[in-house]
């Protein structure tokens, strides 16, 4: 990331004389994951000066979820909207338009007078996110040379390391320098602009290509439309029961260690981190083993499997909240990349509506959840908060009512 490629070099496909079917372009999945880390990391930065903010303008909890609301709302109400659109009409350089969106959120809370003006700058990221992920995560599809898996494995690992990030260059940069100097990561966005347009320029070369290949092998349901459906429902609990989940995590686990343990806003910022960053690892597990496995065990094993440590949580002490929310960075993670090929296979030649219905279902339910939490946490406390969510996981469960369409596709 340290350098934006020429045009001409920037991301070149597979060698010629490879089959079409069997090339991954490795260094278009690197550029689209470095692009996700910094539009991520950029998002990340508003939950991460939530303390900063409470300070400044003397937010309650119930306004700290309102800003993650409005945030995920945006984000998710305009996802499915851009994935249906560009299914039908394909617009590489949306990509760069994205990034510029959050690139002027940003701006804008850095300098915000206001609490109003705060959730106007986090409607615009989340803005810029509805129009980022629906197309990047057709991108990671296109050059995934039929490794879906691993494809968006690689792909969401760059979004949550710099989801990640957010904490850690908050409690460096921000906690000491305060809210003006969010101002600084702009540079980070216009790198992301300036590679962006290198992955809209492959994009738009070999969309055509990829276009003829689809029109050879027309899409084909592996389910009937019944069946199609109510997996998707399946799919969309376990999306409800991760991300309200995980709300109550990223929003209010800062709080929850300053409020329990004692901590500083620096150091419960790098504990924070510390569980970004286990889930940005176990991101990479969740792909690659879904393509060789089939994808339901996958998803399964790493909703259900966060139950025991989950419940453990609001009882532990330090030491051992920081290893259980490791371990349950670890395993939840896993589970969205398995989720999102599934979803692409239920549905086949619809990989930009059904990456925004998911990416955006993933956004509103976190925001909902933060609000939601956000409140309960005024009314109660944020310990209270931790002993509710811990049954969520347990939600996990209803994964087994999901086919097997591995074995649907092998039939055909």
Avoid at 185 to 204: D, E, N
Avoid at 261 to 280: D, E, N, P
Avoid at 314 to 337: E, V
């Amino acid at each position: 990331m340290s350098s934006v490629l020429p045009p001409s070099a920037a991301i070149p496909a597979a060698p010629a004389n490879a089959p079409a079917a069997q090339r991954t372009a490795f260094r278009v999945l690197g550029a689209i994951s470095a692009s996700h880390l910094i539009n991520d990391m950029m998002q990340s930065l508003i939950l991460a000066i939530y303390p900063v903010l409470k300070g400044e303008f003397s937010l309650s909890f119930g306004q700290i979820g309102l800003i993650t609301l409005t945030y995920q709302l945006t984000a998710s109400l305009f996802q499915p909207l851009v994935g249906l659109y560009t299914d039908r009409k394909p617009t590489p350089y949306s990509l760069p338009i994205g990034m510029t969106f959050t690139l002027a959120g940003l701006l804008l809370l850095a300098f915000a007078p206001s609490f109003g003006v705060v959730l106007v700058a986090a409607a615009l990221v989340g803005t810029g996110s509805s129009i980022f992920h629906p197309e990047s995560s057709r991108v990671a599809r296109m050059a995934s040379g039929g490794r879906h898996g691993m494809a968006q494995s690689l792909f969401q690992v760059g979004g949550n390391t710099g989801s990640a990030l957010g904490p850690l260059v908050a409690a460096v940069v921000i906690v000491p320098y305060g809210q003006s100097s969010v101002a600084w990561f702009c540079l980070a966005a216009l790198l992301g602009i300036a590679l962006l347009i290198q992955v809209s320029r492959w994009y738009a070369l070999h969309h055509a290509a990829a276009k003829a290949r689809a029109a050879l092998r027309p899409a084909v349901a592996p389910l009937p439309r019944g069946k199609v459906i109510g997996a998707i429902g399946v799919l969309l609990l376990l999306i409800f029961s991760k991300y309200f989940y995980i709300a109550g995590i990223s929003s209010f686990y800062t709080f929850y260690l300053i409020e329990k343990f004692g901590l500083s806003v620096q150091g419960s910022q790098y504990h924070l981190f510390i569980f970004l960053f286990a889930s940005a690892l176990g991101t990479l597990i969740g792909g690659p083993v879904g393509d060789r496995i089939g994808r339901k065990p996958v998803i399964w094993a790493s909703i259900l499997g966060v139950a025991p440590f989950a419940l453990l949580l609001p009882h532990a002490d330090l030491f051992w909240t920081t290893t259980l929310t490791i371990l349950i960075g670890l395993i939840l993670s896993s589970a969205f990349s398995a989720i999102l090929v599934y979803a692409q296979e239920l549905i086949p030649g619809k990989v930009g509506m059904v990456s925004g219905l998911f990416f955006g279902f993933a956004f509103g339910m976190g925001g909902l959840g933060a609000a939601m939490l956000g409140l309960l946490a005024d009314h109660t406390s944020i310990d209270y908060v931790y002993q509710v969510i811990a049954y969520l996981p347990l939600l996990g469960i209803v994964a087994m009512l999901l086919p097997n369409i591995e074995r649907k596709k092998a039939a055909h």
